[in-house]
């Protein structure tokens, strides 16, 4: 059974951090790209944050030098540190695999950034 589990969701102020984890199984980890994306109330979901097996990284312009995407391929497990959160990166967030054609998603973990 695969499965992705994300935590560390909360509720924060403006300004504040989380970082956000996600443990993978091994089969949808190693190999893979691994990414976060978020999905606010009444919008679609989009990128927030993409790494690739060998460390390569990207990221939507909006979290661009506030959030770093991290993976640890000892734990499958991926990161993201988010600083300087503002009420606009209130969401839901979801860790995904992708590899060889196939996208895999977890449960979602909520973050609320209060002004």
């Known amino acids: 059974q695969v499965q992705l589990v994300e935590s560390g969701g909360g509720l924060v102020q403006a300004g504040e951090s989380l970082r956000l984890s996600c443990a993978a199984s091994?089969?949808?980890?190693?190999?893979?790209?691994m990414a976060w994306y978020r999905q606010a109330p009444g919008k679609q979901r989009e990128l927030v944050a993409r790494?690739?097996?060998?460390?390569?990284?990207n990221y939507a312009d909006s979290v661009k030098g506030r959030f770093t995407i991290s993976r640890d391929n000892a734990k499958n497990t991926v990161y993201l540190q988010m600083n300087s959160l503002k009420p606009e990166d209130t969401a839901v967030y979801y860790c995904?695999?992708?590899?060889?054609?196939?996208?895999?998603w977890g449960q979602g973990t909520q973050v609320t950034v209060s002004s």
């Open positions: 995904n695999s992708y590899g060889t054609g196939t996208h895999y």
């Open positions: 790494i690739t097996d060998d460390g390569r990284t």
């Open positions: 091994a089969s949808i980890f190693s190999g893979n790209t």
